[in-house]
């Protein structure tokens, strides 16, 4: 172990580790491009006396337009203009003395600003007059799918720049360059025991050598796309991620951008490396985030670009970099964990229904019958913790009906595509449904639309299969019984939200807030088209208001979208490429974690890994409040590193909700 990145001041976690005790939305909702990455303004600078917060990205044209302005003191006979881009006045009028409530000592009042009177398409700016006197940053207001499609874009972006193996996306603002090539030919290895408590609790370091399983052949597990700010790949999340990209597919249709489903398909190519029909074997990843920490490290000991890694002679990098581990899920044959077996046969029965709709029949079958080998190894009577990653405390999962919902749902649904008889999507169709009860019963209001928790999908899609179907009596559960789920999911966020000073539904002081709030948007999309009621419709918008600037700190968590976004994410490629002023080329597309709570800051941050440039952004510490804090640092995983699940998120809320709008 290199003398600089000892256990106690290397920057922990740049991986995806959550905490298992995370709080749960229904505990809240019962309680309370090639571009320079734009220097903060004044929504990212130490306090003042106020700041105007707006959503950065625009809102659509008949959308509740809320600007919200902080202030350090009760504001009075303050006025407020919409300025359009030749500086006229569009609208007008006085700042309310009902203050929504306090954020923190330095902000005691927060003002909303509505004006949602201004629906005609531009660009355009609000200003205060009076005591404070602030300016917002620009923003657009335009048809709602012109500004929902293009979070899709950028999400697309995000998962090209991910790419691992041969068929990277070369240059760029990136300059992404093949990597892991040693990939092809990986060796598999018995999964290792870890020793409890380690790594900062996370349980990571390895106890002793990693030993190989025997009469395992190399593998070939080139290719995939990079989980996190870390080169691991895990089929939990890539799985899970694909799931996304294939349902924002087919909900845009013929609106989507063919890069939209040619990385869809890039995921599967990896995933079929991943499972190997023939043996019924199925890797769960690729690589270790922390070796023994005595004769060997992992991943998160080395901050470099990938393609350094095959080259790496270094022996303490033997597992971390050159050569790098594969782990099974299980045995070949044996069962195989519910929650990763429906993420990964829905992946494989969402690239049939996309390859039955493109007239390629042949493998649409192939990839239909990967889903139905997969589905049958699933182990449906699981005990202890569930197997999503080696060690799993990287991704805790603790429920599985929603995943074999889903993927019981999709193999339906591809075999409806594949026009096959009804006889035979009906076994599926029953056990979806049942997965589907068994969630409403014993799962329900524990979780809402995130990598953890995929029923509001299954739901909406079942809907569908069950339709096509003609609808068939007798099942566990109902339409109308999904449908109701699906609301519940939405009024919980909707619930929180409506207490909320800024109307965020999620929970901002655990980990995956962003991932959960799009989660509200793309489940407020898919209850709205499966029961007409659009009830919560000002809800989806207020979150992706909240997600795009109009919140505390004044900032966006999608990178490339707005005018102030993440300039310091925990990820190396843009580290390494950019410098200290995070000004570099940017990795348009990322989201990062968002806000956490401020009890997961504590101890700092840690020092700069070896490789690390230097790149924070201190200043949004002014806007903590409710338990809430950002920290824009590339040291900052808790809440500055992308990943799959987060982008993917983004993705398909701006899918759903742009084919929404269009209908």
């Not at 022996?315 to 045995?331: G, I, L, Q, S, T």
């Not at 901002?508 to 999309?525: C, K, L, Q, R, W």
């Not at 919140?551 to 993440?566: C, D, K, L, R, Y």
């Not at 201190?618 to 409040?625: E, I, L, M």
């Amino acid at each position: 172990m290199r003398a600089s990145e000892t256990a106690g001041s290397r920057a922990k976690g740049h991986r995806r580790g959550r905490h298992p005790d995370r709080r749960t939305l229904l505990a809240l909702a019962v309680g309370t491009g090639l571009v320079a990455a734009a220097v903060p303004l004044a929504s990212a600078q130490a306090a003042t006396a106020g700041q105007l917060r707006v959503d950065q990205v625009g809102y659509g044209s008949s959308d509740t337009k809320i600007a919200y302005l902080m202030a350090g003191s009760k504001v009075s006979g303050e006025h407020y203009q919409v300025l359009n881009s030749a500086g006229t006045a569009v609208a007008s009028g006085s700042v309310t003395t009902s203050s929504r409530g306090s954020w923190n000592s330095a902000y005691p009042d927060v003002y909303p600003i509505d004006f949602s009177s201004v629906t005609a398409a531009g660009t355009y700016h609000l200003v205060t007059t009076g005591a404070l006197g602030l300016t917002s940053d620009t923003f657009r207001i335009e048809a709602p799918a012109a500004l929902y499609s293009g979070l899709v874009s950028a999400g697309v972006n995000f998962f090209q720049n991910q790419r691992d193996g041969s068929d990277v996306i070369t240059g760029g603002p990136l300059n992404r360059k093949p990597s892991h090539l040693n990939d092809a030919s990986a060796t598999v290895y018995q999964t290792p025991d870890f020793i409890p408590g380690s790594d900062g609790d996370t349980g990571d370091q390895i106890s002793g050598t990693l030993k190989p399983v025997s009469g395992a052949k190399p593998v070939d597990v080139e290719g995939g796309w990079f989980d996190a700010g870390d080169y691991l790949k895990f089929t939990f999340t890539a799985s899970y991620a694909d799931d996304l990209l294939y349902s924002a597919d087919l909900a845009m249709g013929g609106s989507a951008p063919a890069s939209l489903a040619a990385e869809a398909q890039y995921g599967t190519t990896w995933l079929n490396k991943m499972y190997n029909a023939s043996t019924k074997t199925l890797y769960l990843q690729v690589g270790i985030g922390e070796g023994n920490e005595s004769s060997y490290g992992g991943d998160h000991d080395l901050w470099r670009l990938p393609q350094a890694d095959d080259s790496d002679g270094t022996a303490y990098d033997k597992y971390a970099a050159k050569n790098r581990p594969v782990f099974e899920a299980a045995a070949p044959g044996a069962r195989i964990d519910p929650d990763v077996v429906g993420r990964v046969a829905a992946a494989f029965a969402f690239a049939a229904q996309a390859d039955a709709k493109a007239g390629n029949t042949s493998a649409a079958t192939t990839e239909l019958a990967d889903a139905t080998s997969l589905y049958a190894q699933a182990n449906t009577s699981p005990s202890g913790t569930l197997e999503s990653a080696d060690p799993a405390a990287y991704y805790p999962e603790s429920i599985w009906h929603d995943a074999m919902e889903l993927g019981a749902t999709e193999i339906a649904l591809a075999q409806q595509a594949l026009k096959e008889p009804a006889a035979t999507s009906k076994p599926y169709l029953t056990q979806a449904a049942t997965w589907a009860a068994d969630y409403i019963k014993q799962d329900s209001g524990k979780d809402t639309l995130n990598l953890y928790d995929v029923s509001a999908l299954a739901h909406a899609d079942l809907i569908t299969a069950l339709k096509n179907a003609g609808d068939p009596s007798g099942l566990a559960v109902s339409p109308a019984a999904l449908v109701a789920n699906l609301k519940a999911q939405v009024a919980m966020g909707a619930s929180v939200a409506a207490s909320d000073i800024f109307h965020e539904g999620g929970d901002y002081t655990n980990f995956d807030v962003d991932s959960h709030t799009f989660g509200f948007i793309s489940t407020e999309a898919l209850y709205q088209k499966a029961s007409g009621d659009t009830e919560y419709a000002a809800f989806a918008g207020e979150q992706r208001d909240w997600l795009l600037g109009d919140n505390a700190w004044g900032t966006s968590f999608m990178v490339g979208e707005g005018t102030t976004f993440p300039d310091c994410m925990g990820s190396q490629i843009p580290n390494i490429l950019g410098n200290s002023h995070g000004t570099g080329p940017i990795d348009t597309g990322a989201v990062v974690n968002g806000p956490n709570g401020t009890s997961n800051f504590s101890g700092g941050l840690g020092d700069l890994m070896t490789g690390m440039v230097t790149c924070e952004n201190d200043s949004y510490t002014a806007f903590t409040g409710h338990g809430g804090e950002y920290v824009d640092d590339v040291r900052s995983w808790q809440s500055s590193e992308p990943a799959l699940d987060m982008s993917g998120s983004a993705v398909l809320a701006g899918a759903l909700q742009s084919a929404l709008s269009t209908k």
